[in-house]
């Protein structure tokens, strides 16, 4: 049975931004919270994050050596975790903040999801944290996944996901809207952890996520729930033979 996201209550927030001024937003935010952000990751999820991302790394499935893209990498986590199991790294990202405060030995480029500067069929495998939501197109940013994969490769992306159970929902809406925004305020950026949390609701469906994964050329798409839906664990193959 397909999950549906909860529906939000209250009064309604400003919109979400959409198209440029959303590029614009996340590079500008990111920016900003780089120098923190790994400690607010390991608060936000209590430090559960660490395990999901080695998950994350695991369900690659790769021969050592194999080379890997890290798509929206940021300060480095799952590089430095696919480095560990053997992978040749190159990381991704559009925030030049988030570059800087990467603590990766990584080659490093600074890039637009929807624009890989990549050849095509250059990677054996894909990773992403916590970054579907962030991308401004988010079809063009699957296509092109797809375009830099090898046939055959590997696609392994952590995203947020929002509980689908009352008791694991509330739990959820306190800490999300209430916690983090004010350990946001008191560690790093207040306006950037207020919008983080709103963030979920560019993610679609998994029907339409799985439908889209498949449209941009990726077979065997699997989605499974992490947590009782705090977070979620996509697993994808480039199609054709490789």
């Given at each position: 049975?397909?999950?549906?996201?909860?529906?939000?209550?209250?009064?309604?927030?400003?919109?979400?931004?959409?198209?440029?001024?959303?590029?614009?937003?996340?590079?500008?935010?990111?920016?900003?919270?780089?120098?923190?952000?790994?400690?607010?990751?390991?608060?936000?999820?209590?430090?559960?994050?660490?395990?999901?991302?080695?998950?994350?790394?695991?369900?690659?499935?790769?021969?050592?050596?194999?080379?890997?893209?890290?798509?929206?990498?940021?300060?480095?986590?799952?590089?430095?975790?696919?480095?560990r199991r053997g992978y040749r790294?190159?990381?991704?990202?559009l925030s030049a903040g988030m570059?800087?405060?990467?603590?990766?030995?990584?080659?490093?480029?600074?890039?637009?999801?929807?624009?890989?500067?990549?050849?095509?069929?250059?990677?054996?495998?894909?990773?992403?944290?916590?970054?579907?939501?962030?991308?401004?197109?988010?079809?063009?940013?699957?296509?092109?996944?797809?375009?830099?994969?090898?046939?055959?490769?590997?696609?392994?992306?952590?995203?947020?996901?929002?509980?689908?159970?009352?008791?694991?929902?509330?739990?959820?809406?306190?800490?999300?809207?209430?916690?983090?925004?004010?350990?946001?305020?008191?560690?790093?950026?207040?306006?950037?952890?207020?919008?983080?949390?709103?963030?979920?609701?560019?993610?679609?469906?998994?029907?339409?996520?799985r439908r889209m994964l498949l449209?941009?050329?990726?077979?065997?798409?699997?989605?499974?729930?992490?947590?009782?839906?705090?977070?979620?664990?996509?697993?994808?193959?480039?199609?054709?033979?490789?």
């Open positions: 049975m397909a999950r549906r996201r909860p529906a939000a209550h209250g009064p309604a927030p400003s919109p979400l931004p959409s198209g440029e001024e959303k590029t614009a937003r996340v590079r500008a935010m990111f920016d900003t919270i780089a120098p923190r952000y790994d400690l607010m990751n390991r608060l936000m999820t209590l430090g559960l994050d660490q395990a999901w991302r080695r998950g994350t790394v695991v369900a690659l499935g790769l021969p050592e050596g194999s080379l890997v893209l890290d798509l929206a990498c940021g300060t480095g986590d799952l590089s430095r975790l696919a480095l790294v190159v990381g991704a990202d570059l800087a405060a990467n603590g990766a030995a990584t080659p490093l480029v600074e890039a637009d999801g929807g624009r890989l500067p990549f050849a095509d069929g250059a990677f054996d495998g894909l990773v992403c944290g916590y970054a579907l939501r962030n991308f401004t197109d988010l079809a063009a940013t699957l296509a092109e996944a797809a375009r830099v994969l090898r046939a055959g490769g590997r696609l392994a992306v952590l995203e947020v996901d929002a509980p689908t159970s009352r008791l694991w929902r509330a739990g959820y809406d306190v800490w999300f809207t209430k916690a983090v925004p004010a350990l946001g305020g008191a560690i790093s950026d207040r306006e950037a952890y207020r919008y983080l949390p709103r963030s979920v609701a560019y993610l679609p469906p998994t029907p339409v996520l449209g941009a050329g990726f077979s065997g798409v699997g989605i499974r729930p992490l947590a009782g839906g705090l977070s979620q664990l996509v697993i994808a193959t480039r199609a054709g033979l490789p």
